[in-house]
């Protein structure tokens, strides 16, 4: 099993929840983040007040899959959030040792 973390801008937050549930992705978890990369932040101007701002808003989707979906949950992700530009955001794939449903106790692909 895989875990997959997309960073991703917020306004493709629809797009790629869509896609993936068109690819028959039916779980995901969804976190509000923060952070910079090579965009490395930006300025703003409040009441006539220049400040910079560190950390971009961006989305975190993370999704759990068997290890013959992951290419595919990776593959929608990059084609449905993808901009061209600076910040799109990044994909990190992890093995997961285990699920397990709490309600059922049920382990594995069958906890997914």
């Known amino acids: 099993m895989k875990k ?7 306004f493709k937050l629809e797009d790629v929840k869509n ?3 068109e ?4 779980g995901m978890t969804i976190t509000e983040v923060r952070g910079f990369g090579r965009q490395k932040g930006h300025t703003e101007t409040y009441r006539g007040t220049e400040y910079a701002v560190d950390f971009v808003p961006k989305v ?15 593959d929608t992700i990059m084609r449905s959030a993808q901009t061209g530009q600076i ?12 699920t397990i449903r709490i309600r059922t106790g049920e ?3 069958d906890a997914l």
């Open 4 to 10: 997959i973390e997309a960073i991703i801008r917020h």
């Open 19 to 21: 896609a993936l549930s």
């Open 23 to 26: 690819a028959g992705i039916s």
């Open 60 to 74: 975190k989707v993370e999704v759990a899959v068997d290890d013959d979906a992951a290419q595919k949950v990776i």
């Open 87 to 98: 910040g799109d955001g990044k994909i990190f794939v992890s093995e997961l040792a285990d």
């Open 107 to 109: 382990t594995g692909g």
